[in-house]
């Protein structure tokens, strides 16, 4: 835990602003993004503090694959079957502005906007699914 770290917070239910989504694993919590790209936009959070994704190695696929399923779980109850058309992944430092690992879940991925587009495309610089 790291008591700085805004997402060691909300996964702790210290920030009262931000309401955590039902979620199944007790080791992984979900909310809306407060800047969101699409119509749904969802960051899946492990509780434990990890550092970004460039930190995963070999051992974490099996916690990533987890966020996704989260992920894709957290979508079907909010009414969003189309799994077809999301958009899962990280942002690569340095463009992520949250040193704790967070994967956001996008959809319909067809809707992003022109920026959204840009900032959250499949396998950039900066955003890798």
Not at 9 to 18: D, S, V, Y
Not at 23 to 32: A, I, P, Q, S, T
Not at 80 to 86: E, P, Q, W, Y
Request: glycine share 6%.
């Amino acid at each position: 835990y790291d008591g700085k770290c805004v997402f060691c917070r909300i996964a702790r239910r210290e920030e009262p602003g931000t309401a955590l989504l039902p979620c199944e694993d007790e080791d992984l919590v979900c909310f809306r993004d407060i800047k969101p790209g699409a119509p749904h936009h969802y960051l899946v959070v492990p509780v434990k503090h990890m550092g970004n994704c460039k930190t995963l190695k070999a051992e974490h696929i099996p916690l990533v694959k987890r966020m996704m399923e989260v992920g894709k779980a957290v979508l079907q109850k909010n009414n969003f079957s189309d799994l077809n058309d999301v958009r899962m992944g990280f942002h690569w430092p340095p463009f992520c502005s949250i040193a704790h690992l967070h994967l956001h879940v996008l959809a319909p991925a067809s809707q992003l906007g022109f920026l959204s587009r840009l900032y959250y495309r499949v396998n950039s610089y900066w955003f890798i699914t």
